[in-house]
């Protein structure tokens, strides 16, 4: 096993993270000019994840790979473990799956070390997961489009809900899957674009990136009857753009909130509930 360590101007952290989709990231060292992070990677994904990661240095325009070493694989459980703490996203709270949680103020999500993503650290998720009570309620059908690691769709199906979860990538559908087992709750994870998806739901979310809700919007909202949740917008001119599609298919925005990106520029990450005028 190997310890590969990056730098990262620090106002690309964060689109690097979302295009990495959270493949486990340790941050060692952050300041306002660049981000010092570490991955652990087995012998026979090294070259693949290397490479991926050169290729989406060159696409955001910075980056590079500053320090290798060869480290001992219980090491990496362990250092895994000290960096993996529980997330309180109210009512949720996100706890490794080792960990046993006793106290009930919070409705606890059990997420195992993965590659997709939804660790519960992104602003978006956690945008996201405050919504959900407003809009899901036991019995209720819900669409999660790019579960990732099936942390909303978890959410969901904890509060009683029937849900259905899709993503593009493998990985994330296995660790729905897995997710889902060791949270005891029942939820359907398939391999397919949201392009693919038949049938209507009383709840949609989307936590996915503006360029997706360009290509899909559409398609999104044709899907959705009473509640749909969008998150995963940056900055103020996402926001416009996403609320004059919206107002393009006579959507209402019953609610609308934000969380203030420390990391990066400063601009806010936007969530809304939308719903038929
Ligand atoms: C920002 S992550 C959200 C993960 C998780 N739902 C959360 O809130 O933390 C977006 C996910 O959408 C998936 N995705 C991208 N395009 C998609 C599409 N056309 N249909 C379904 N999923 C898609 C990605 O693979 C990724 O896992």
Redesign the pocket.
Known sequence: MKKLIFSIPAPLFDIFV?EF??YGIEILNRDESEVNFAIYVQDEEYEGIKEAINEIFEELGGGSLILEEEIKEENWEEKWKENFKPVSAPPFIIIPEWEVYEDKDYIPIKLKIGM?????L?P??QI??SLIPECVKEGKKVL??????????IASAKLGADVYA????EE?VKECSENAWENEVSIKCEK????QVEDRFDTV?A???MD?FR??FDKIVQLFKDCLII??IYGEKERDEITNMAHKHRLHVKKEIFKKDINKDGENWYGFIFEHQ
């Open positions: 979302i989709n959270g997709a993503f939804g660790t519960g992104h978006t998720t996201a997961l999660d489009v790019g579960t990732g690691s099936g942390v909303l769709a899709v993503d593009v990538q994330a397919k674009s949201v392009h979310i936590n996915l990136q997706i290509e899909h998150t995963g």
